[in-house]
C-alpha cells in the first residue's frame, strides 16, 4: 500500500526522482498515466495487469468504456528507473497534468500520484472532509 507525501523537482530533460519508499513497491518498471483531477496515475506492473483485466470485461459497446479506455491507456507509459532513482515522464504526460517544475508525489493505497505542486495545493483543502466523510460511510468505509 502506498502512502506519504513528497516533494520533488522535474529536472530540464523531464525527468523525476520517485521517492525511495515508493520504488521499493513499486520496481524498476511501472506504468505512469493520466489520471483523474489532472495529476499523473502511477501503477506497479502488477496493479497495471490487474487494471487491464478489469477493462477486458467491459464491453466495448459502451461509449463512456471505450472513451475512457482511450484516455487512460493511450496516456501509458512503461518507466524504468535510472540508477540515479529518476523516471523520464513524457511530455504528454507532463502537459497533461500542468508538470513543469516542482511537483508532489502522494502515495493513496495501491497507487502513487505525481501533482504539479500549486496544482496539489489548490485542489486538495479539506474543509469539507465531515461532509465527504458522510458519503464514505454510505459506501460503508466508515473509519
Not at 6 to 34: A, C, M, W
Not at 84 to 89: A, E, M, N, S, Y
Not at 113 to 125: A, L
Not at 130 to 143: P, Q, S, Y
Request: aromatic share 12%; glycine share 8%.
Amino acid at each position: 500500500m502506498f502512502m506519504g507525501e513528497y516533494n520533488h523537482t522535474v529536472d530540464t530533460k523531464g525527468r523525476l526522482i520517485v521517492p525511495s519508499k515508493f520504488r521499493d513497491q513499486l520496481g524498476d518498471e511501472f506504468v505512469v498515466t493520466k489520471g483523474l483531477d489532472g495529476c499523473l496515475f502511477v501503477y506497479s506492473k502488477e496493479e497495471w495487469n490487474n487494471i487491464e483485466e478489469k477493462f477486458r470485461n467491459v464491453p466495448l459497446t459502451t461509449k463512456d468504456a471505450r472513451k475512457f479506455a482511450r484516455f487512460f491507456f493511450a496516456g501509458a507509459a512503461n518507466c524504468e528507473v535510472d540508477k540515479q532513482g529518476r523516471i523520464l515522464l513524457p511530455a504528454v504526460l507532463r502537459e497533461y497534468a500542468g508538470i513543469e517544475k516542482d511537483v508532489v508525489s502522494v502515495g493513496v493505497f495501491n497507487r502513487v500520484e505525481i501533482w504539479d505542486k500549486q496544482k496539489w495545493q489548490d485542489s486538495n483543502t479539506y474543509d469539507d472532509m465531515d461532509e465527504v466523510a458522510e458519503h464514505m460511510a454510505e459506501l460503508g468505509l466508515g473509519i
